[in-house]
């Protein structure tokens, strides 16, 4: 179960331009918060199939969330060297109540401890994204990655592979991982994933009660995200680069 979740997002834009030889600035400003709550459940098993290899697996469930959505909008078009400085103008809000379905997801995970520095694992997991669905107050559904009603979306599930190793260096008082892999992590699109790869490496210090732990991960697409710019399709280049960090203290 999930209360009082939800997120807000802003857009705020602002052009110029000239429109029958008379110069005009365009301006938009939008807000939209939405409000999140549902129930769904996740299910883990582990298993030790003996002193080297376990296994894992993980599903989680689909569900309906209740999505509460406020919208409020500014626009305006305003032409300065008209008199009396000539503008026009729209203001729009309004609340209404929506439904998220949520997809289903499950992965498996195969872990090798060779010795007691070294370990190697890989999993796969797969998220079905052609259940995910927006179903409007006004009766129309919708996927939410397209935009486009829910009988015009082609949209497949995504699968997620990744391997990585880790290598412990261990001292009279201290512990220091040393960990590495790489990844596929594609991104649900029209007819077909999108591409992404990538790998991450990462390091810490276990000492005493504190752990720490930091790692950089570098994730990459390339002609991905197609968006229309005027009548033409448009292809994007993506690099991210992130980096993780955390302090445990046992108690």
Known sequence: ?????????????????????????????????????????????????????SMGAVFKSPFSAKLKHDHSSVTAVTYPTLPPNFSTHNEVSYSEEQTLDMPMSYGLGLAARLSDVLTFGIDVYRTEWGDYVLHGANGTSTNPITGKPESQSDIGATTQVRIGGEYLIIGNRTIVPIRAGVFYDPEPSEKNPADFWGFSIGSGVVYKRIVYDVAYQYRFGRDVRTTTVGDQPSHQDVDQHTVYMSVIYHF
């Open 1 to 53: 179960i999930f209360q009082d979740n939800g997120w807000k997002s802003t857009y705020n834009s602002k052009s110029t331009g000239t429109f029958a030889g008379f110069p005009f600035t365009d301006t938009a400003n939008m807000r939209d918060k939405y409000e999140m709550s549902g129930f769904n459940y996740n299910a883990g098993i582990l298993w030790s199939i003996n002193h080297i290899f």
